[in-house]
T-cell receptor, first 115, second 113 residues
Framework: DAKTTQPNSMESNEEEPVHLPCNHS???????IHWYRQLPSQGPEYVIH???SNVNNRMASLAIAEDRKSSTLILHRATLRDAAVYYC????????????????FGTGTRLQVTL | AAGVIQSPRHLIKEKRETATLKCYPI?????VYWYQQGPGQDPQFLISFYEKMQSDKGSIPDRFSAQQFSDYHSELNMSSLELGDSALYFC????????????FGQGTRLTVV
């Protein structure tokens, strides 16, 4: 599995934008970039994913570098409820065993949000 | 909306006992993934199933086995439990070949004493 590199932790003030970086220099052409987050004592939660183009949804935006070797998850206005560990994951679009490939969690970024 | 349901939520077992964890995927989802998350660690992939067949295998001990049933629910069976098996076990489900999101359950917290 191609690896990703993220900062161990980041801090943000509430109501301010947060940019969470991820490096994935060994990404292959068939890898999608997925972001999940895990709030304390909960299961991981899907945030967003993309392949080449920037993506927006109600939770966040995903900016993907032109060479796809890095990406940035953007939370437009952080709230206290966004405090979580954020995982950047490369997921092969090629099916394995007939189904979408597994998600391989690395060491994510622990985001702290303060008032 | 229906989510992934795991049972039980908490389980306490003694060493060398067996445990069975259950996962009920979102309706129409045909793929189930199992993950183990030790204290202070990141989720580690154990095994996955698609259409009742094993589709991928990760770092799952030989003492563990799993299967997916005809109604798509899955069970993780753990035997000869060790103290190190104490962890949160998450199940996730998704739609087969779609590279879309996986939905995770709330997890089962297994404590081996």
């Amino acid at each position: 599995d191609a690896k990703t590199t993220q900062p161990n932790s980041m801090e943000s003030n509430e109501e301010e934008p947060v940019h969470l970086p991820c490096n994935h220099s060994t990404i292959s052409g068939t890898d999608y970039i997925h972001w999940y987050r895990q709030l304390p004592s909960q299961g991981p939660e899907y945030v967003i994913h993309g392949l080449t183009s920037n993506v927006n949804n109600r939770m966040a935006s995903l900016a993907i570098a032109e060479d796809r070797k890095s990406s940035t998850l953007i939370l437009h206005r952080a709230t206290l409820r966004d405090a979580a560990v954020y995982y950047c994951i490369l997921r092969d679009s090629l099916t394995r065993g007939g189904t979408a490939s597994k998600l391989t969690f690395g060491t994510g970024t622990r985001l702290q949000v303060t008032l | 909306a229906a989510g992934v349901i795991q049972s039980p939520r908490h389980l306490i077992k003694e060493k060398r006992e067996t445990a069975t964890l259950k996962c009920y995927p979102i309706p129409r989802h045909d793929t189930v993934y199992w993950y183990q998350q030790g204290p202070g660690q990141d989720p580690q992939f154990l095994i996955s199933f698609y259409e009742k067949m094993q589709s991928d295998k990760g770092s799952i001990p030989d003492r563990f086995s799993a299967q997916q049933f005809s109604d798509y629910h899955s069970e993780l069976n753990m035997s000869s439990l060790e103290l190190g098996d104490s962890a949160l076990y998450f199940c996730a489900s998704s739609l087969g070949q779609e590279n879309t999101e996986a939905f995770f359950g709330q997890g089962t917290r297994l404590t081996v004493v």
